[in-house]
């Protein structure tokens, strides 16, 4: 099972990015599906996060500018990203828990991420 995430660029300050997250491979079912971001010389943070259900969760820095979905059909989770600072320069990385056949262990998977860089 892969992710491969797309979408990253460099914007100026106030524009907006959609990110997306497709899986691909053997997956019988797809559960939480979420976005990560790590700065240079910095942790990586949780940024936003989807259940199988469509409930979604923020961190508190982006509530009110990003937005998660996903569409189950394509096996792909989105992030759109409007009013861009630049402390949102990061690359954003995307992550899912699947399960490659129907009863089988869950397993957390890990997308490459995709750059963003925003400038003032």
């Known amino acids: 099972v892969q992710l491969q995430a797309s979408g990253g660029g460099l914007v100026q300050a106030g524009g907006s990015l959609r990110l997306s997250c497709a899986a691909s491979?053997?997956?019988?079912?797809?559960?939480?599906m979420g976005w990560y971001r790590q700065a240079p010389g910095k942790e990586r943070e949780w940024v936003a996060a989807?259940?199988?259900?469509?409930?979604?969760n923020y961190r508190d820095s982006v509530k009110g500018r990003f937005d998660i979905s996903r569409d189950d059909a394509k096996g792909t989770v989105y992030l759109q990203i409007n009013s861009l600072k630049p402390e949102d320069t990061a690359v954003y990385l995307c992550?899912?828990?699947?399960?490659?056949?129907?009863?089988?262990?869950?397993?957390?998977?890990w997308g490459q991420g995709t750059q963003v860089t925003v400038s003032s």
């Open positions: 992550s899912a828990t699947v399960r490659r056949t129907w009863g089988s262990r869950p397993l957390e998977v």
């Open positions: 491979g053997t997956i019988a079912s797809i559960g939480n």
């Open positions: 989807i259940s199988s259900g469509g409930s979604t």
